[in-house]
């Protein structure tokens, strides 16, 4: 999961019911199970450096073979020149052909850990203070588990879902440049993971620092990732002798002008949904904004207010943000090349050329600017589809009873977007409650709160066999 927006909103609704603290929420025999999957998908290091989400994925295999899956329903991949990022697909046949499948989706790499820089072994799942820690404990082996195990229970429960649920566990979410599964499952087996829609991360629910709920949030769109590199050169010389064309001042003023520009406001119908739906909640001079912004894009003045909040900025438009710079070949010379990686989170609808156009214009013509491989595809924002809001509301008013769901657009990026392109909408599921600080994911001493974990299984669970029938 590259970024979650959840983590400021915390002013969006009525604080709900207090998650205390679990001294052990693992009584029930089906929680003790489904722990020990958990545990022994986080345990398994899954870096690009030195782990294997092969390994990850064959011992998820093994489970659903042992709960009675047949070869038939297994299928694993990889390439020859990636062979330790490999994952799975597996299958649940439905009763109706009729039917379209849905399709569970989740990653099993996780962001390197260096073991000096952690409290604990970062590849131990350790129990501390109500939570799990451990990398992957949010990020994403949580959402893992969750579906492995379900799929568990559905076949030694005897369920048989009216439509087909597949499950898609792939490598390369969290590393550019790695082999990314779900881009090779859309390009090369679309008909092994074909489905009407996709339940995927990205949504969630909040918790205040007091640990108690806030609001569910049902992801419905994400912005695009892409980077670019500007790139100024010049002849160079003494230093001793300066001249006004110097690479450094030109790829200056170049991101100076970048840092200068906004992006106009844009709106899908997720994000008015869910300006509109937050505003109420909102201080009197924000919320009066919000509904002014909804009037009238245009409206500078609500458009200073409501960016004020950086969630709220980037979720009004495209953003770019200088993220790297090299310049310089040494001390006593000037430079001959002077390099920055912009980084640019694109708003649905919009595009990579079209964003590279604006990019050179700010950038003006002594800077060069080109889009970096690889060039991800455009999120296409799925609808509002009242089949896919009606259960996650109905089966949360069972499970978090006066807790809202607000549909939600990340400012990040994630393995959806290649789905999307094939044709299925992919929505990010609520249900694990996460912290403000995101539960540390991509970070130092990861953690995910366990009676939040076991109780979002318990979500997860009934939601999927809501949309399965």
């Known amino acids: 999961m590259r970024t979650i927006t959840l983590a400021i909103l915390l002013g969006t609704a009525a604080i709900g019911a207090s998650l205390a603290p679990a001294a052990s929420a693992q009584d029930r025999p089906d929680q003790k199970a489904f722990f020990q999957v958990y545990k ?41 020149d990636h062979p330790r990022e490999g994952g799975l697909v597996a299958m649940l046949k439905g009763s109706d052909a009729r039917a379209k499948p849905m399709l569970l989706m989740a990653h099993l790499d996780v962001v390197e850990a260096k073991r000096e820089d952690w409290t604990r072994d970062p590849f131990t799942l350790v129990e501390d203070g109500g939570y799990y820690y451990a990398r992957g404990s949010t990020d994403d082996k949580a959402q893992a588990a969750i579906w492995a195990d379900a799929m568990v229970r559905f076949k030694t429960g005897g369920y048989r879902p009216k439509r087909t649920i597949k499950l898609a566990l792939t490598c390369g979410e969290e590393t550019t440049f790695a ?3 779900a881009e090779w499952l859309a390009k090369n087996k679309p008909d092994l993971i074909a489905a009407e829609f996709a339940l995927n991360e990205g949504g969630n629910g909040l918790l205040t620092e007091e640990g108690q709920r806030k609001t569910l949030f049902l992801q419905v769109g994400e912005k695009a990732a892409q980077n670019f590199t500007l790139l100024a050169t010049n002849p160079g010389g003494h230093s001793s002798q300066p001249t006004p064309d110097n690479a450094i001042y030109e790829l200056s003023d170049a991101l100076k002008a970048v840092q200068g520009y906004e992006f106009p406001i844009r709106f899908t ?54 993220t790297l710079l090299n310049a310089g070949h040494a001390e006593n010379a000037l430079p001959q090349r002077a390099t920055a990686n912009v980084n640019c989170r694109i708003f649905p609808g919009e595009t990579v050329d079209a964003t590279l156009a604006r990019l050179k214009a700010l ?27 009606g259960p996650a509301r109905a089966v949360a008013a069972k499970h978090f009873p006066g807790i809202a769901i607000l549909p939600l657009m990340s400012t990040g990026a994630t393995d959806g977007v290649f789905f999307e392109t094939i044709g299925i909408p992919v929505y990010g ?11 540390r994911a991509h970070g130092l001493n ?3 709160n366990v009676k939040s974990l076991y109780d979002g299984r318990d979500y997860l669970f009934d939601v999927v066999k809501a949309y399965a029938g």
């Open 40 to 80: 022994e998908l986080v345990e398994t290091n899954t870096t690009l450096s030195s782990g294997s989400c092969t390994q990850a994925a064959a011992q998820i295999g093994a489970r659903l073979k042992t709960a009675g899956y047949a070869d038939s329903d297994i299928t694993y991949f990889s390439v020859p």
């Open 179 to 181: 082999f990314n599964g």
């Open 269 to 322: 119908d997720t994000t008015r949904a869910f300006f509109a739906g937050n505003a109420a909640a909102q201080p009197g001079p924000m919320a009066d904004a919000i509904k002014r912004l909804l009037a009238d894009p245009a409206d500078s003045a609500a458009n200073a207010v409501v960016s004020a909040s950086k969630t709220y900025h980037s979720m009004l438009r495209t953003t770019c943000v200088a």
């Open 363 to 389: 950038a003006g013509p002594k800077v060069t600017v080109t889009a970096n491989q690889p060039v991800r595809p455009t999120a296409v924002p799925p609808s509002l589809d009242p089949k896919i809001l």
């Open 429 to 439: 599921v609520p249900g694990l409650f996460i912290g403000a600080d995101i539960n």
């Open 446 to 448: 990861e953690r995910m």
